[in-house]
């Protein structure tokens, strides 16, 4: 399985973007499916997770900013970021958990600046 993510940019803050991950091959399997980013300098973070039977959590520093969806029939998975400030700032990697194996994506660059 390898995955793509995209939908990354320079937003101003206050504004939103929406990232999507899109996995080729088989995910037969799918447990969840979860997002995380890393700032420079700062660990890889826990962003959200939506689950096979599409219960979604969030990190509380997204709670009620962000919204993660999927569609495993489509193998693609979306996060609607809204009121991003300069702390959302960062490299998205989506992560996808498929049986007993984890797969990353490559990662797709956020920046809020004005």
């Known amino acids: 399985v390898q995955l793509a993510e995209s939908g990354g940019g320079l937003v101003q803050p206050g504004g939103s973007l929406r990232l999507s991950c899109a996995a080729s091959?088989?995910?037969?399997?799918?447990?969840?499916m979860s997002w995380y980013r890393q700032a420079p300098g700062n660990q890889r973070e826990w962003v959200a997770t939506?689950?096979?039977?599409?219960?979604?959590t969030y990190a509380d520093s997204v709670e009620g900013r962000f919204t993660i969806s999927g569609d495993a029939t489509k193998n693609t998975w979306l996060l609607q970021m809204d009121s991003l400030n300069p702390d959302d700032a960062g490299v998205y990697y989506c992560?996808?958990?498929?049986?007993?194996?984890?797969?990353w994506g490559q990662g797709t660059q956020v920046t809020v600046s004005s």
């Open positions: 091959g088989s995910i037969s399997g799918f447990n969840y």
């Open positions: 939506i689950t096979q039977g599409s219960a979604t």
């Open positions: 992560f996808v958990y498929i049986r007993i194996r984890g797969h």
